[in-house]
């Protein structure tokens, strides 16, 4: 079953220090999310992105916040300046359809900050 | 704005009962609800998802069902055993805005013991 996969599983970063996160969404989907869970607390919305642009975007996902689809297949969220309270599970997500379609999503990047 | 709570926060059940766990929306305005479970430190995995023109989806032994006017779903899981461990999320799609950022409940966690 096609499925989201995400790289790496875990990293431990500096605080300061750039990180970047990456995807491969579901082949044929053309809708891409990345989602945040602090330990303990709610999924929460970061970004979306289609037709190579952000379309929507929350007011956590800041300037030191971007991403980016540098080829056909990978999608990618870079932290410029990471900072202690961006320590969370982060989460990619992938539908077929903008509307109607269901969300799936990867295993996750867990991102520590020191 | 749209805040989604599910009840009960956690819920131990003997195998083979058949539960029930709870979620509400505080605005109608959905487009779609989605049920996901998560393994401790993992994913989210897609259960069911209901458009907001339908009443019930069924999946094996789980079956959700959604009253879009009253701002509640359920999810029915039918003989329950060990392996539906897990954090169990509900998800709406609001009616409104980008139609692509989900906001989530906290979850129910279920313990299923033998």
């Known amino acids: 079953e096609p499925e989201v996969t995400q790289t790496p599983s875990h990293q431990v970063t500096q605080m300061g220090q750039e990180v970047i996160l990456r995807c491969v969404p579901i082949s044929n989907h053309l809708y891409f999310y990345w989602y945040r869970q602090i330990l303990g607390q709610k999924v929460e919305f970061l970004v979306s992105f289609y037709n190579n642009e952000i379309s929507e975007k929350s007011e956590i996902f800041d300037d030191q916040f971007s991403v980016e689809r540098p080829d056909g297949s990978n999608f990618t969220l870079k932290i410029r300046s990471t900072k202690l309270e961006d320590s969370a599970m982060y989460f990619c997500?992938?539908?077929?359809?903008?509307?109607?379609?269901?969300?799936?999503f990867g295993e996750g990047s867990r991102l520590t900050v020191l | 704005k749209q805040e989604v709570t599910q009840i009960p926060a956690a819920l131990s059940v003997p195998e083979g009962e058949n539960l029930v766990l709870n979620c509400s929306f505080t605005d109608s305005a959905i487009y779609n609800l989605q049920w996901f479970r998560q393994d401790p430190g993992k994913g989210l995995t897609s259960l069911l998802l209901i458009q907001s023109s339908q009443r019930e989806q069924t999946s094996g032994r789980l079956n959700a069902s959604l009253d879009k006017s009253s701002g509640r779903s359920t999810l029915y899981i039918a003989a329950s055993q060990p392996g539906d461990s897990a954090t169990y999320l509900c998800a709406v799609l609001p009616d409104s805005g980008g139609y692509n950022k989900l906001i989530f409940g906290a979850g129910t966690r279920l313990a299923v013991h033998p």
């Open positions: 997500a992938s539908k077929e359809r903008g509307l109607t379609g269901e969300l799936f």
